[in-house]
C-alpha cells in the first residue's frame, strides 16, 4: 500500500510561537503533496498544494507568511505555523499522490493528522 | 465559485442500505471521489468515478452523472463500524481535490 505519516501527531503551543509539521510518503516518491486544515464537525479545507523543488501554491485566503510550506525532496514536506494565534488550532492534514499514475483511476493518500492547540 | 452539497447527516439501522447524495458546481471536473473519515483519524479512499455509470467495490458502491453534475454513495449490509463521516471530493482541472460538506452517517443496532 501507499502510506503517509505525519509528526508530530498532536501539538499543544503557546500564543506567538512557531510549530513544524511533518508529512512523508513512507513507500513512494510523491510528486505533490497537499496541506488540509479541518474544524471539529467541519470538511477539510485545502490550504495548499506542495511540489517537490518550487514554491508551494496556496489556496485563496490562506497566507504564505503565516503557514510557510517546504517540499525539500519527493518524501517529505513540512508545513510552519508561524506566530501561532489560538484561532490557528485545528486538525492539520497532509496527503499525497503518486508520481506516474495515468488512467480512470486518482487517489490522495492521507496522513493521520496533526492536532494543533494553541494557547 | 465552487461548491459540493452532500445532506449534513443520514441515520440508519443495521443491515439497511443507505444513499448519499453529492451535487457539484465547479470550474473544471475530471472526477468525483468518496472518502469515509473516523472521528479524528484521517480521510480514507472509497471510490473514484472519472466516466458515468455506477463503480462497485464490495458493499459499497458509487455513482456518477456528469450531465446532472451528481453522484451518490451507495451503502449495503450496514454495519456498526460504517459510523462515520462521507466526504465526496471532485478532482477538477488539476489534481487538487474539493471536499463536499460531508455527512455524518450514523448506524443504530
Known amino acids: 500500500g501507499a502510506v503517509v505519516s505525519q509528526h508530530p501527531s498532536w501539538v499543544i503551543c503557546k500564543s506567538g510561537t512557531s510549530v513544524k509539521i511533518e508529512c512523508r510518503s513512507l513507500?513512494?516518491?510523491?510528486?505533490?503533496m497537499f496541506w488540509y486544515r479541518q474544524f471539529p464537525k467541519q470538511s477539510l479545507m485545502l490550504m495548499a498544494t506542495?511540489?517537490?523543488?518550487?514554491?508551494?501554491?496556496?489556496e485563496q485566503g490562506v497566507e504564505k507568511d503565516k503557514f510557510l510550506i517546504n517540499h525539500a525532496s519527493l518524501t517529505l514536506s513540512t508545513l510552519t505555523v508561524t506566530s501561532a494565534h489560538p484561532e490557528d488550532s485545528s486538525f492539520y492534514i497532509c496527503?499525497?499522490?503518486?508520481?506516474?499514475?495515468?488512467?480512470?483511476?486518482?487517489?490522495?493518500?492521507f496522513g493521520p493528522g496533526t492536532r494543533l492547540t494553541v494557547t | 465559485g465552487q461548491s459540493l452539497e452532500q445532506p449534513s447527516e443520514v441515520t440508519a439501522v443495521e443491515g439497511a442500505i443507505v444513499q448519499i447524495n453529492c451535487t457539484y458546481q465547479?470550474?473544471?471536473?475530471?472526477?468525483l471521489s468518496w472518502y469515509q473519515q473516523h472521528d479524528g483519524g484521517a480521510p480514507t479512499f472509497l471510490s473514484y468515478?472519472?466516466?458515468?455509470g455506477l463503480e462497485e467495490t464490495g458493499r459499497f458502491s458509487s455513482f456518477l452523472s456528469r450531465s446532472d453534475s451528481y453522484g451518490y454513495l451507495l451503502l449495503q449490509e450496514l454495519q456498526m463500524k460504517d459510523s462515520a463521516s462521507y466526504f465526496c471530493?471532485?478532482?477538477?482541472?488539476?489534481?487538487?481535490?474539493?471536499f463536499g460538506t460531508g455527512t455524518r452517517l450514523q448506524v443504530f443496532p
Open positions: 496527503s499525497a499522490i503518486r508520481g506516474g499514475l495515468a488512467g480512470s483511476t486518482y487517489e490522495q493518500y
Open positions: 513507500d513512494f516518491q510523491a510528486t505533490t
Open positions: 506542495s511540489n517537490e523543488g518550487s514554491k508551494a501554491t496556496y
Open positions: 465547479t470550474s473544471g471536473f475530471y472526477g
Open positions: 468515478n472519472a466516466l458515468d
Open positions: 471530493a471532485v478532482r477538477g482541472n488539476t489534481d487538487k481535490l474539493i
